[in-house]
C-alpha cells in the first residue's frame, strides 16, 4: 500500500518549553511533501524536510498569524532543520545524517513516534536568551484519510 | 515591581566608564534589541526596544532620560519609559549605576504592564534577568 499527501497526514507537534515558555506556541507542523509504502509489517517512509508548514499554534500571549507562521518556517528551514533526506526504514530513521532505531505505535488508522531532536544533532530552537524553547521531543503522528 | 543586581566588568578606568554609561548613543544598543530613535538633549533619547520572542516580538517606545547623576561618586539613574506599541502595557524601569575601577553595579527596579506582565512576574524577572545579563556582557566591550 502507498501512502502520501492524497490519503494520508503526516504531522509534527512541538511543545515550548524554558522559564518563558507561556510566551510561545504548541506547534503543528504539516509535512507536505512525504511518501511512504506499508508491506504487511514493513514501512518505509522518506520526507522531503523542507516542506514543513505551520498549521497551528496553541497557548502564547497572542495568537499566530500568517506572517508568524511563515517567519517559524523560514526558521525551521534556516536554522533548525538540515536539508539531509530524512528516511524511515526498517524501524530506524535517518534525520540529519544520523541513522538511529526510533519507536512507532501503530493503531491501525494513525501512527505515532517521539523523536528526540538531539539525538539527531538538532539544536531545539531557542529564543529570549534561551528563556524560551521548543522542547527537546517532538512527536510524529501520521494518520490515513477516512 | 521587579528588582535585579547585576555587575559588569569592562577592564576600563572608572572614568572611560562613567562617559560610556552617561553615552546614550553607545549605552542603548548594548541592550539586546534596542536602539536610539532620536536625541533629544545630552542626557534624554528617544528610543525603542524590540523584544524577539521566536516568531513573535514586542517592540516598546518611549525615553531613557538621566534623571540623576552623581559625578563625584559615579553614581547615575537612567529612567526608561516605553509603551508597548502593539498594545496597551508599558515598561518602565529606573536602571542605577553605581561604579568603580573596572566595573560597576546596576540596580533594576522596572514595572511590565500587559501582554508583557501576563506571563507573570516569575516569567517578567526571569526574561530581564536574562537581558540585563547580556546587557553586562555587551557593556564589558563598551
Redesign the interface.
Known sequence: MEYGPHNAELTVHTKRAG??A????DLTLLVERWSATADGDTVTLEADPRSLTVVKGEG???S?GQD??D??KQ?IDEDVLPAEPIRYAGGQLTLNGVTRPIAVTFDGTEGRAEIKQTDFKIKP?S??????KVADVVEVKVRTHG | MVELDHRFETGKDEAYNWDAILDLDRIIPCVEGGKVLERESDEKAKAEIKVKMGAMSMTFRGTVEVTERDDAAHRAVLAVRSKDMGGSGYANADVTFALGDGGGAIHTEAKISGKAASMGEGVVQTVLDALIRDFTTKLAAI
Not at chain 1, 507561556?22 to 506556541?25: E, I
Request: aromatic share 10%.
Open positions: 522559564a518563558a507561556k510566551a510561545g506556541h502564547g500571549i497572542t499566530l508568524e507562521k517567519a517559524i526558521t530552537y529564543a529570549l536568551f534561551g528563556t524560551l
